[in-house]
């Protein structure tokens, strides 16, 4: 997850070093500044221009790069003019890449650095969509694929017909107005025309197609032309900047590129931390500053209702704990303001169109991943979310057809899928330019489903990879929320009154019991319970009552804290911030006891030792097999035995469950033995074999043998402990296997 600390110093202002992120557990993996391969490129200000004489497109130029003396550089690029300010290289200057720009001779004429275009700086139109160069096509840069049979002549001067309206013109002037457009004069043989044009390629004295009938120059596809017609009609040139900036100025700070990011490494139980928010309460807790995160505030008021204007339906309610949407009319496409592009950037996340950036830059402020549909493909106004259909087919946004089946998510309108759930939206509702409705989706689904469906297509996105890790159902609302806001921040549109909130499975508060002396029995120390508390408050675990000095208390856990689920996790939370470091080093202390072999242990040995006087040679093999093992040696369809545990996360369908005999796996290394042509092979294996009967699974981890509990307790947090019957070991049943194992308790197992 990288961070802006720019971006970070809206919520927390922290001098913080990477030492102090790390040795509280949030792992820094490595930083760096956005600029850093950028050095002594500077602002500056184009003084005059010349014909290179010894070329038809260059241009000598002097620049006002702060310097005592203007700078003079020799370009190719068409686009410049007087006044304009530029990106300039200088002597010994250093761009990405590792491109080295020195002064130097262009044909016979000294340059003493270069004008930059946005590639030399790893940038592109996304990033300064106002950069876009739009080339007129200059007749005196013609060249004919024919010369023997040239389309336009080489003595063509001002006012001779071109083709129909089309007639040569001589640019007269070009200034630059403030929108960045250039107004012109020019000679048509028949009298001046001033007309203004985004052309920026013109100068004085060129010779420009002219269309008399549209009062405007002519592009290549006006003339119907190619590239090679007219080599220096190109849609690249020098980046002319239009930021707050004088000659001379750093040009880092002008295009972002003096932001400091850092990358750090998230480990899988921490989702909250992959987020802008999530990251500032750990910084703001690590260094105890204070933090202040941003509440939305919707103005609303756009025209209609919104529950006459949109239905949404959740038959899959199992896989969508949380739905929330909300509507905007009269959208305006358009790019992104500065800030939010830059934000991006530095993020990663190349800037699209307004609509666009907002649901991204959502994702990385709050961690929830958002979709914006095109109101006008939702048939019916009505989203469902539901199983996919066996069979059914969706085009996803990358244009790659999708063959899905019922283990797949998708959200539909009547007639068809438009989206696959925490995936990928649908082609056939994307955000285009005439995008007039949007309609935002902030959801919370099954983390497992979503997993699973994108590795059955093969396909895994940033919104994916949020849901498998398990996203808190309460961030849904003020996500959307805050993408509506922006979308009035920025003028995008009009905010339909009313909030379509679906509720399906929506945890309740959680409490844990905190005991602050066994929280030192776990980390050897002996911090003050009163200092314990402390810190839990750092990290929004709030006390709901204890008994001070040093008594227990019931701390609620924040929705978005789902890694904590008892005293161990609140014992780490205590030494996260009192510091690791700081914790003694200990030896091990306990009552030694005399060693030897247990009774199952010398049993083993026994078989083991008699198998080998016999002729047989040990083999050790894999507890996961696949299901197809059990077709292999014949086993009925209704066989109980083929009644397994199935592995949540297995590498393959080969290792997908846990076997209940070991005959396949045997079976499998006589028929290699025999292909080596050793037919004589005999062989014995000591392995457990794990039956269904008698098991129970009470956490994703752990599967226990029912006979082994000897007794439950419920603890006052609500949380169930189950003990064995060797009256040592004692297991966290899950809150999500409660309900099975208290079902399977009462069958009389």
């Known amino acids: 997850m990288n961070l802006s600390r720019k971006w970070l110093s809206e919520f927390v202002t922290v001098d913080a070093t990477c030492e102090a992120m790390t040795l509280s557990g949030s792992k820094v993996e490595l930083t760096h500044d956005l600029g850093e391969e950028i050095s002594n490129v500077v602002v500056g200000k184009v003084l005059s221009m010349e014909r290179h ?18 700078v003079q550089i020799v370009t190719g690029a068409w686009n410049v003019h007087v006044g304009d300010l530029v990106p300039v290289a200088l002597h010994k200057s250093t761009l990405p890449g590792g491109k080295k720009i020195e002064k130097g001779k262009l044909r016979g004429v000294e340059s003493n650095g270069m004008l930059c275009g946005l590639a030399e700086l790893g940038l592109d139109t996304r990033d300064f969509p106002y950069a876009v160069i739009t080339p ?39 200034a630059i107005q403030p929108d960045g457009s250039f107004h012109t004069c020019a000679d048509i043989g028949t009298g001046t025309v001033c007309p203004d044009t985004a052309c920026p390629n013109l100068h004085a004295g060129d010779l420009v197609a002219y269309n008399t009938k549209t009062g405007s120059y002519c592009t290549l596809d006006d003339l119907h032309a190619q590239q090679a017609e007219f080599p220096h009609c190109i849609p690249d040139g020098i980046f ?36 802008v928010n999530g990251l500032a309460r750990v910084v703001a807790a690590t260094y105890d500053a204070p933090l202040t995160l941003h509440e939305p505030v919707v103005k609303g008021g756009g025209p209609g209702v919104l529950t006459e204007l949109l239905d949404v339906e959740t038959p899959a309610a199992d896989l969508v704990p949380r739905y929330t949407a909300r509507m905007e009319r009269n ?22 169109n307004n609509i666009v950036d907002i649901t991204n830059y959502v994702m990385l402020e709050y961690g929830q991943p958002m979709h914006a549909f095109d109101y006008r493909y939702v048939k019916g106004g009505r989203i469902i979310v539901r199983r996919a259909e066996e069979g059914e087919e969706l085009t996803t946004l990358d244009g790659q057809v999708r063959k899905l089946n019922a283990n797949h998510l998708v959200i539909a309108d009547e007639t068809r899928a438009v989206g696959l759930a925490g995936i990928m939206g649908g082609e056939n509702s994307e955000i285009v330019s005439d995008t007039a409705d949007v309609v935002f989706e902030s959801a919370c689904f099954d983390g497992t489903c979503i ?57 309740p508060p959680r409490t844990i ?122 086993w009925p369809r209704d066989y109980s035995a083929r009644k397994s545990f199935q592995i949540l996360n297995p590498l393959g369908e080969d290792t997908s469950i846990m076997r209940t005999t070991t ?51 419920v603890e006052f947090s609500g949380n169930y402990t189950a003990f064995l019957k060797d009256g040592k070991t004692k297991l966290l049943i899950s809150r999500n296997y409660m309900k099975d194992f208290r079902k399977y308790i009462m069958e009389g197992r």
């Open 53 to 70: 004489p010894d070329s038809d497109h260059m241009w000598i130029c002097q620049v006002d790069a702060g310097r005592e003396q203007p």
């Open 451 to 507: 997993r699973k469906g994108a590795l059955a297509l093969g396909m895994r996105t940033e919104a994916s990879a949020k849901f498998e890790k398990g996203l808190d159902p309460m961030n849904t609302l003020p996500a959307v929320q805050r993408a509506c806001e922006l979308v009035e921040l920025l003028g995008a549109g009009e905010v339909v009154d009313g909030v379509i909130d679906i509720l399906n499975h929506v945890p």
């Open 240 to 275: 002319i900047l239009r930021e707050d900036c004088k000659p001379g100025d750093d040009l880092k700070p002008v295009i972002n590129a003096d932001d400091h990011v850092v990358e750090f490494e998230i480990t899988p139980n921490r989702p909250d931390c992959r987020s």
């Open 513 to 634: 019991r905190m005991d602050p002396k066994r929280v030192n029995a776990l980390l050897g120390t002996d911090i003050p319970a009163a200092e314990q508390y402390k810190y839990l408050e750092r990290v929004e675990i709030h006390t709901e009552q204890h008994d001070f000095p040093d008594g227990p208390a019931d701390v609620v856990i924040p929705s978005w804290r789902a890694d904590v689920e008892g005293i161990a996790d609140l014992a780490e939370e205590v030494a996260r911030f009192y510091g690791y470091n700081n914790i003694p080093v200990t030896l091990m202390q306990g009552q030694t006891t005399l060693g030897g072999y247990s009774a199952e242990q010398k049993l083993e040995n026994r078989l083991g030792a008699l198998c080998r006087a016999c002729g047989y040679d040990e083999i050790i093999t894999y507890s996961f097999i696949s299901p197809a093992c059990y077709d292999k040696i014949r």
């Open 663 to 713: 005959l396949p796996s045997m079976l499998d290394i006589l028929t290699r033995n025999y292909n080596y042509r050793n037919k004589s092979a005999r062989l014995y294996e000591l392995a457990r074999q794990l039956r269904h009967r008698g098991f129970i699974q009470i956490s994703k981890s752990t599967v226990i043998n029912a006979a082994m509990v000897a007794f439950v307790e």
């Open 331 to 352: 959208v305006k496409i358009a790019p992104s303001p500065k800030w939010m592009r830059e934000r991006l950037r530095s993020m990663g996340v190349r800037p699209i």
């Open 136 to 174: 007129a096509a200059l007749l005196n840069d013609y060249h004919p694929l024919d010369k023997n049979k040239p389309s336009i002549p080489a003595d063509i001067k001002a006012g001779d017909k071109v083709f129909g309206p089309v007639v040569c013109a001589k640019v007269l002037e070009a």
